[in-house]
C-alpha cells in the first residue's frame, strides 16, 4: 500500500468518499414558509444526553435561517428518495416544491415516506473550517421498518447489498 501527504481537496474529497454515508435533509419552519437542505455528515453523537450531530457548509444559506428557528428536524432518507437529496441540494429553488410532508412535534416539516425523522433542538456549535459543527438535542424520533436506506459513496448514489448475497457471490 502506498501513501500520500497530499491533501489537497480533490484528493481529500476522493479519499473521504470512500467511506459511505447516509443521506438527510434537514429541514425547519420559518417565518417565509417551510426551508431545507441535504446533509449526508449526520451522525448520532451521545444516548445520554440524546444529541446527534450534523455538518452544515459555512457557504449554506439555509443553515442560518433554521438556526434562528432554534428546532429542525433530520430526515433519513431512504433509496427511493434519491430524487429528493438531489432536489434539497440545489441552491436558489423552491425545495419543497410538489414535497409531500407532515408536522413533526416541534412543527418542523417531517418528509414523507422517510426513512426515519428525528426533531431536534439545537443545543450547540463550533467551528469545524469550512462547515459548522451542529449538536442537536434529540426531542422526538420515530422510523419506518420496510425501507432501505440511501447511500452516498464515491461521489455516487448508492444501496445496501445484504451480507447474505454478498456471501453467495464471492461463493
Known amino acids: 500500500m502506498t501513501f500520500t ?37 449526520f451522525a448520532s453523537l451521545s444516548l445520554e444526553p440524546a444529541l446527534v450531530t450534523f455538518g452544515p457548509a459555512r457557504t449554506s444559506s439555509t443553515w442560518p435561517v433554521l438556526r434562528a428557528a432554534g428546532s429542525f428536524t433530520v430526515n433519513i432518507l431512504p433509496a427511493e428518495h434519491q430524487h429528493l437529496a438531489g432536489q434539497f441540494a440545489r441552491s436558489g429553488s423552491d425545495k419543497f416544491a ?21 426533531d ?17 438535542a434529540v426531542r422526538h424520533l420515530s422510523a419506518r421498518q420496510d425501507a432501505e436506506p440511501l447511500l452516498f459513496f464515491r461521489g455516487r448514489y448508492a444501496g445496501l447489498v445484504p451480507a447474505g448475497q454478498l456471501l453467495e457471490a464471492a461463493g
Open 5 to 41: 501527504s497530499d491533501l489537497a481537496p480533490r484528493r481529500l474529497r476522493d479519499i473521504f468518499g470512500t467511506f459511505a454515508t447516509g443521506l438527510t435533509v434537514i429541514t425547519g419552519s420559518t417565518g417565509k414558509g417551510p426551508a431545507g437542505f441535504t446533509c449526508q455528515s
Open 98 to 118: 410538489g414535497v409531500s410532508h407532515t408536522t413533526s412535534p416541534l412543527g418542523n416539516p417531517v418528509l414523507d415516506d422517510a426513512l426515519a425523522w428525528i
Open 120 to 136: 431536534c433542538e439545537l443545543h450547540a456549535e463550533y467551528d469545524g473550517g469550512d462547515h459548522t459543527i451542529v449538536v442537536a
